[in-house]
């Protein structure tokens, strides 16, 4: 697990205003649900036979002896708080939350212990239309981040019977090919036989190449289903690339998946990830009912904004520098002032001792865009001198009363 220290926090403020402006203009309303949940939640929903369940939830027995545990993933929960709280069985219910998430995986770049995930779902709607608009919403996340170095991969599970038809035949077919295989992949063989189509060894794709294609056994109604999602992503303009070996590691999947991929993060290559779970609310106790939805890793797609080097940071906008015995006992006031009346100004005053310049030096290393002086000759002519620290432009002298209007003008263009 790792700390977010606060030279990286403007990166994270950036990328989480970004996705919530974007979840918005889409009709999403955001739901907060608990770090731990009943372990049997997430044990339904998962699959038992998943390395999520098997090796590395955060589990633990109650003072009443009732199993909990650490969330894993998000979306069995929201499920679980729609069920509970009576959000489901009407018009579509779009619905989104944010949050760490806890796996006991081994740690890398890009996969921590503790993770941050934004999860966006769907309940209600069926068609293949839905799923088309979470992809575009994903397109206009990653148009907005200015991130160009990500790609759209799908595939289709089909339903349950489909898949148990291809479970049966790839098992025969990797059965033939038992002694090439590594111990990891003939355990998969034995629990979770898909999970081998994502294997990263070689050897294991090699053999993949001559394996039954799960597209070879969707039935009418699942093709027409993907089909039906690939000509609304033709109309919208969205590229991808059809994969299929795209597997998702949660058995609660169905009909079409999907992941948003990079080549920049080495292994960790997924940075948006889902897909359809028709029968989900059914697992977790109540009527069948459509959904689809899916989650992106926070860490890496900070990872993915600051490799262009390191962002500045934009969170504070003005520094008080303050000179003077005066303007140390009027800078608080009009800081106060000053930010009563320019909403979304972050100001830092100098507190503490301090020549003056000591103090534009804790301006410059601060971040902060303006050094706004304070000063003995300030004080008693009610100005205030703003100087630009990370922008060209000449230094300006502003009068207390239009400083604010000032500041919320600056403050404005800044924002655009």
């Not at 998702?248 to 998946?257: E, K, M, Q, S």
């Not at 990872?303 to 303050?322: I, N, Q, R």
């Not at 100001?347 to 601060?366: I, M």
């Amino acid at each position: 697990m790792h700390d977010i220290l606060p030279a990286e926090i403007s990166t994270w403020h950036r990328l989480e205003r970004v996705v919530g402006e974007v979840l918005a203009q889409y009709g999403f309303r955001e739901i907060r649900v608990p770090l731990l949940e009943r372990t049997e939640v997430f044990k339904r929903a998962i699959g038992q036979a998943t390395d999520v369940v098997e090796k590395e939830m955060y589990s633990f027995d109650d003072r009443n002896g009732d199993s909990l545990s650490l969330r894993p993933e998000g979306t069995a929960g929201v499920v679980r708080a729609a069920l509970q709280n009576g959000l489901l069985y009407g018009a579509p219910e779009r619905l989104w939350y944010r949050g760490p998430m806890f796996r006991h995986e081994r740690p890398q770049k890009g996969r921590t212990r503790q993770f941050h995930q934004v999860g966006a779902e769907v309940f209600g709607a069926e068609g293949p239309d839905v799923d088309a608009e979470l992809l575009a919403m994903g397109e206009r996340i990653w148009a907005r981040l200015g991130l160009d170095n990500v790609r759209l991969e799908l595939n289709s599970l089909g339903n349950a019977a489909e898949r148990a038809a291809y479970r049966e035949a790839l098992v025969a077919y990797m059965d033939r090919h038992r002694d090439a295989l590594d111990e990891d992949s003939r355990q998969r063989l034995e629990r979770n036989p898909l999970r081998i189509l994502d294997s990263k060894l070689p050897e294991v794709q090699a053999l993949l190449t001559e394996a039954p294609a799960l597209m070879d056994f969707l039935g009418d109604e699942s093709r027409a289903h993907f089909d039906g999602l690939r000509e609304h992503l033709a109309r919208l303009g969205i590229e991808y690339t059809v994969n299929p070996r795209l597997v998702r590691g949660l058995d609660y999947y169905c009909h079409a998946v999907f992941e948003w991929v990079t080549d920049d993060l080495g292994a960790q290559g997924t940075v948006c990830a889902g897909g359809r779970y028709d029968g989900l609310v059914e697992l977790q106790g109540g009527k069948p009912w459509p959904a689809t939805g899916f989650a992106m890793g926070l860490e890496r797609l900070v990872a993915l904004m600051e490799l262009a080097g390191p962002p500045a940071d934009e969170s504070l906008h003005g520094y008080l520098v303050l000179a003077g015995d005066a303007a140390k006992n009027e800078g608080m006031a009009l800081a106060e002032r000053l930010r009563s009346a320019v909403p979304g100004l972050n100001l830092v005053c100098n507190a503490g001792q301090g020549s003056f310049k000591a103090q534009f030096r804790r301006a410059d290393r601060s971040g902060a865009a303006l050094a706004l002086v304070l000063g003995e000759d300030e004080v008693r002519d009610r100005n205030v001198s703003v100087k630009f620290l990370r922008e060209d432009g000449e230094q300006i002298t502003l009068g207390w009363d239009e400083t604010p209007a000032w500041l919320a003008a600056w403050l404005a263009r800044r924002n655009d």
